[in-house]
């Protein structure tokens, strides 16, 4: 099944606890992104990668830190996480060439930082 | 900013054809007129797109007028697992940034 695994679903930890969450796709696209969604704010992008390699900021990157290595990987890392990164995170992909191509997102990462 | 307008909220009667309406009077002519549902707080779903034919696909149906300024997407027999919130969205290439607006809360009542 073509799907955007995000690992984990629900993460609670202490401000500063370097913590990753992975997100991988089996549908061999180009384009990965990674987006926070928090009430009253909808969803911002907070980084995005073009191919293996290239990456670039979204709108709201401070914070975070994202790797593209593998195709099929994006990890998201959170060096120092504080309090207001608690949010709901998807990560979501997409082929490149043509625009006819809708995104798919992952299930979401429900982050609590205290 | 999002570049489309939604109503906040709209009900619709569970078999009845629900009619989400969608204003992007600044769209240009490459733009794609992309529309994503998201049921309670799981991942965006894709549900179809269109340039500037009207297009149908299992899921639902979307209207654009030929102006393009606006669209309406139709789920034909709404049933009570399509209450989501709808979101409207247009976007030239496949890796232009998806801006997600408010969207449209719609409830499906019994």
């Known amino acids: 099944e073509a799907q955007v695994t995000q690992n984990p679903r629900y993460l609670i930890t202490v401000t500063g606890k370097k913590l990753t969450v992975t997100c991988s796709q089996n549908?061999?696209?180009?384009?990965m992104s990674w987006y926070r969604q928090d009430p009253g704010l909808g969803l911002r992008q907070i980084y995005y990668s073009m191919n293996v390699e290239v990456t670039d900021k979204g709108d709201v990157p401070e914070g975070y830190k994202v790797s593209r290595k593998e195709k099929r990987n994006f990890p998201l890392i959170l060096e120092s996480p504080s309090p207001n990164q608690t949010s709901l995170y998807f990560c979501?992909?997409?082929?490149?060439?043509?625009?006819?191509?809708?995104?798919?997102f992952g299930s979401g990462t429900r982050l609590t930082v205290v | 900013d999002a570049k489309t307008t939604q109503p906040p909220s709209m009900d619709c009667a569970e078999g009845r054809a629900a009619n989400l309406p969608c204003n992007h009077s600044?769209?240009?002519?490459?733009?794609?007129v992309y529309w994503y549902r998201q049921i309670h707080s799981q991942g965006p779903q894709y549900i179809i797109h269109g340039l500037k034919n009207n297009e149908t696909n299992e899921m639902a149906s979307l209207i654009i007028t030929e102006d393009r300024k606006s669209s309406t997407l139709i789920l034909p027999h709404a049933t009570l697992r399509d209450t989501a919130v709808y979101y409207c969205?247009?976007?030239?290439?496949?890796?232009?940034?998806?801006?997600f607006g408010p969207g449209t809360s719609l409830s499906v009542i019994p």
């Open positions: 979501a992909s997409s082929q490149l060439v043509g625009a006819y191509y809708g995104y798919t």
């Open positions: 600044t769209i240009s002519g490459n733009e794609y």
């Open positions: 969205i247009v976007k030239e290439t496949s890796y232009d940034k998806v801006i």
């Open positions: 549908m061999n696209h180009e384009y």
